[in-house]
């Protein structure tokens, strides 16, 4: 283990933390705003990446593709808010649960359809393709960096929209007393719609950003979306602030302990059964932390007020 492999890890920890975060923060909005469990949410994700990848064939153009998948992305999410996920609000967990992952199937042998089942690609941006000196002896791919450094900027952003806007404290005040709201004469169905399409397109630009990286191929969403749930779970249902810690947490613990951990158990153990016990720990932390989380703490590490 080196300083600067546990340098690059740690960057790579926070990336995926990043990017956990952008399809987390639109499902701590759609759970803890509408209480509403949206397994398909991982599928606005891949379809952001489908989306790009069809757009940037057609223009030749990153920025162009980011754009218009973001609005398709959007237009697709509204679509499918206002024909199968409003007809669910007032159903219990248990149906909407059904339903969600009903659309997951539909969608990704849709995606199959029509982009075919083989891996797809999307190219980085053309000066943002190489590398950067972080100092000497560390150099660290550019796009990761931008990934990082976007993510960042929309914490930032929603952070801004959630604490000093109206729209936001509507949403605040309807993640956890929407009833009230309602009664106030707020029109809590347009809420709620504006808070899906806005979560749709942080999925969407989640799964954008991370296209170049990753091929883009058919049910890449579903395990991104389980460690989504478990992003909220830890930080607490309905928090931003939540959302964005345990996310970076996550992403910390799960890379770190990918690389790590054999090494760690060398120290204890011999080599071989280190090689063999190491990866199956590592696997597991992220779900240990929640356990441990959820015991001391069983409305996560900063829920949101009233949920407490």
Same mark, same amino acid.
């Given at each position: ?48 990446a ?48 059904i339903?969600t ?33 972080l ?40 993640a ?10 707020? #029109? =809590?169905?347009r /809420?709620? %719609?504006?808070v899906?399409?806005?979560? +749709?397109?942080?999925? @969407?630009? &989640?799964?954008?950003? *991370? ?46 302990g990918?690389?790590?951990?054999? #090494? =760690?158990?060398? /120290?204890? %153990? ?5 090689? +063999?016990?190491?990866? @199956?720990? &590592?696997?597991?932390l *992220? ?22």
């Open positions: 283990m080196s300083f600067t492999l546990l340098l690059i890890q740690t960057l790579n920890g926070l990336q995926f933390g990043v990017l956990l975060f952008l399809i987390a923060a639109g499902l701590t909005l759609v759970f803890g705003v509408m209480d509403f469990i949206n397994l398909a949410h991982g599928v606005q994700y891949m379809l952001g489908y989306l790009a990848v069809m757009f940037y064939a057609w223009t030749g153009s990153f920025v162009l593709a980011l754009i218009l998948a973001l609005l398709a992305a959007l237009a697709f999410g509204l679509l499918l808010e206002f024909t199968v996920f409003r007809q669910l609000y007032d159903r219990d967990h248990l149906e909407q649960v339903a992952f009903g659309i997951i199937i539909f969608l990704n042998q849709g995606v199959k359809v029509v982009w075919g089942a083989a891996p797809l690609n999307l190219p980085i941006p053309d000066g943002l393709a190489g590398v950067v000196t100092m000497p002896g560390l150099t660290y791919p550019v796009w990761r960096l931008v990934i990082i450094a976007s993510g960042l900027i929309v914490a930032l952003i929603l952070y801004f929209l959630v604490s000093q806007t109206r729209v936001g404290m509507l949403v605040r005040a309807g956890t007393h929407a009833r009230i709201v309602s009664a106030l004469g707020v #029109d =809590i169905r /809420l709620f %719609m504006i899906f399409g806005f979560g +749709t397109m942080l999925a @969407a630009f &989640a799964g954008v950003m *991370i296209a170049p990286i990753l091929s883009v191929e058919p049910g890449m969403g579903d395990s991104v979306l389980i460690l989504a749930f478990v992003v909220i779970v830890i930080g607490g249902i309905g928090s931003m602030r939540g959302a964005f810690i345990a996310a970076l947490l996550i992403g910390l613990v799960d890379t770190l990918r690389s790590f951990m054999i #090494d =760690i158990l060398r /120290l204890v %153990m011999p080599p071989s059964p280190a090689r +063999t016990v190491g990866p @199956a720990i &590592a696997s597991m *992220i779900y240990v932390l929640m356990a441990l989380v959820l015991y001391f703490r069983p409305a996560g590490l900063f829920p949101a007020k009233g949920r407490s």
